[in-house]
């Protein structure tokens, strides 16, 4: 790190040492330069997504239908848990920021084989690509906040993610703006796939800047393993809980998900048309999301982390009550952008908060397979329940009456893992006097 990112020596006039103290105790050792490295980080791994996301699903849908993406969500759950388990491996025995290169870099990679496999019609490469795109994310979000997690304190977190999330919406606008511009060009699918490989190599750029991490082999007792995640959780009621309520609201957010795709694909039969009108929709929660993440400090303050948590839920129940009362496309739109504006802000915010006054092994090994595994596998439960309804029924909007019902689980688990926070928290703060 070069040395004008470092903190003013002892040797600095008043007026510097006690601006020194002022960082020094809400970043901690974190340079200036990495701080700015992170949030860009965040940025351009958004916008890469919000290129690749409305381009990969416009393409699945032109090959497959839309009524088949559950078969992409199977096979990106079987995939993600191979990738997560070799990440896990890898992350014992390097820091997690050496490691975050190695993965941008693997995710680049695969993505320009992947976009000559498309050029030469290499049959299923749209399918491959759809599992790319959904694996690759997770990892580098996962990652991002898993470095910030191990960096900031709780105190500096409750706002400073709030501006983490905000630069994030800044980048998936800025990347879904990109998307609907190249949707308009004759080369637009492929045009857009190399822009996110442009995208993900200045990712790589940024990532020798982030903060760095203590070298995992230091401490044995702290490695990231597979296996021992889930002990971890099993041994956690807490992350128990966690884990349920995540995978309730991303089976709730996949169904609704396919309801939105089979009317999109019903309005919309032309491919690049359809990848922009994908595009315009994701900026739209995009922007929402943005909007919602500046609000999110005040939000959580003002309602409590407790009826914030709940209180979406009860919102997107409102939402899929107006949807199936009036089933048509501009409303599953309404229901679609409140399903991912609030994962994307409010949500996201509260849930990181939820693993701040946990162990360091909870944080780590738990958080890599509560996050990181069940955000993909969850979508692969979702598409067996699809799947399987096929043949019990052919009611119309099914999915969109599941999802109600698993909203109601996901409030359930909520109110006694809040229970369980604010006796953590309590006891956390007894120690600390």
């Given at each position: 790190m070069s040395s004008g990112s470092e903190l003013p020596t002892s040797g600095s006039s008043p007026s510097a040492g006690s601006a020194s103290n002022w960082y020094s105790r809400w970043f901690g050792d974190v340079p200036g330069g990495a701080l700015f490295a992170l949030g860009l980080l965040g940025f351009l791994t958004l916008a890469s997504y919000e290129i690749a996301r409305p381009t990969v699903e416009a393409l699945y849908q032109q090959a497959y239908g839309s009524e088949n993406e559950p078969w992409a969500w199977l096979g990106v759950a079987v995939f993600v848990t191979i990738v997560v388990a070799v990440y896990a491996r890898l992350a014992a025995k390097m820091p997690l920021h050496r490691l975050l290169v190695w993965m941008v870099v693997a995710a680049t990679?695969?993505?320009?084989?992947?976009?000559?496999?498309?050029?030469?019609?290499?049959?299923?490469?749209?399918?491959?690509?759809?599992?790319?795109?959904?694996?690759?994310?997770?990892?580098?979000?996962?990652?991002?906040?898993?470095?910030?997690?191990?960096?900031?304190?709780?105190?500096?977190?409750?706002?400073?993610?709030?501006?983490?999330?905000?630069?994030?919406?800044?980048?998936?606008?800025?990347?879904?703006?990109?998307?609907?511009?190249?949707?308009?060009?004759?080369?637009?699918?492929?045009?857009?796939?190399?822009?996110?490989?442009?995208?993900?190599?200045?990712?790589?750029?940024?990532?020798?800047w982030v903060p760095r991490a203590e070298d995992a082999s230091s401490d044995k007792k702290e490695k990231t393993d597979f296996l021992e995640g889930w002990r971890v959780v099993k041994g956690s009621q807490y992350l128990g809980l966690l884990l349920g309520?995540?995978?309730?609201?991303?089976?709730?957010?996949?169904?609704?998900?396919y309801d939105f795709?089979?009317?999109?694909?019903?309005?919309?039969?032309?491919?690049?048309?359809?990848?922009?009108?994908?595009a315009d929709v994701y900026s739209t929660i995009n922007f929402s999301a943005l909007i919602l993440q500046i609000g999110a400090g005040v939000?959580?303050?003002?309602?409590?982390?407790?009826?914030t948590l709940i209180g979406i839920p009860?919102?997107?129940?409102?939402?899929?009550?107006?949807?199936?009362?009036?089933?048509?496309?501009?409303?599953?739109?309404?229901?679609?952008?409140?399903?991912?504006?609030?994962?994307?802000?409010?949500?996201?915010?509260g849930k990181e908060l939820l693993y701040l006054p946990l162990s360091s092994a909870e944080k780590t090994q738990g958080k890599a397979v509560v996050d990181m595994l069940t955000y993909r596998v969850a979508k692969g439960a979702a598409s067996a329940l699809l799947l399987g309804m096929k043949y019990v029924s052919a009611a119309p909007r099914i999915a969109s009456i599941m999802a109600v019902f698993i909203?109601?689980?996901?409030i359930a688990l909520t109110v006694p893992l809040l229970r369980r926070y604010r006796t953590v928290v309590g006891t956390k703060e007894q120690d600390t006097t």
């Open positions: 990679v695969v993505l320009a084989i992947l976009i000559l496999m498309l050029r030469a019609n290499v049959p299923g490469t749209p399918y491959l690509l759809y599992i790319w795109k959904d694996i690759y994310i997770v990892i580098l979000i996962e990652m991002f906040w898993s470095i910030a997690n191990s960096k900031f304190p709780l105190k500096t977190a409750k706002w400073l993610y709030g501006f983490f999330l905000v630069l994030g919406s800044v980048g998936a606008i800025t990347g879904g703006r990109l998307a609907k511009l190249l949707s308009t060009q004759k080369l637009g699918f492929e045009l857009s796939m190399w822009a996110v490989a442009g995208v993900l190599l200045l990712c790589f750029v940024v990532s020798f309520i995540i995978a309730m609201t991303q089976i709730a957010i996949t169904l609704i998900d795709k089979v009317s999109v694909q019903g309005a919309y039969p032309d491919g690049l048309v359809r990848q922009g009108v994908l939000v959580i303050g003002y309602l409590g982390l407790r009826w009860i919102f997107l129940l409102l939402t899929l009550a107006a949807f199936l009362i009036t089933p048509v496309f501009a409303v599953m739109v309404v229901a679609k952008v409140a399903s991912k504006a609030f994962d994307y802000s409010v949500f996201r915010a909203v109601g689980i996901w």
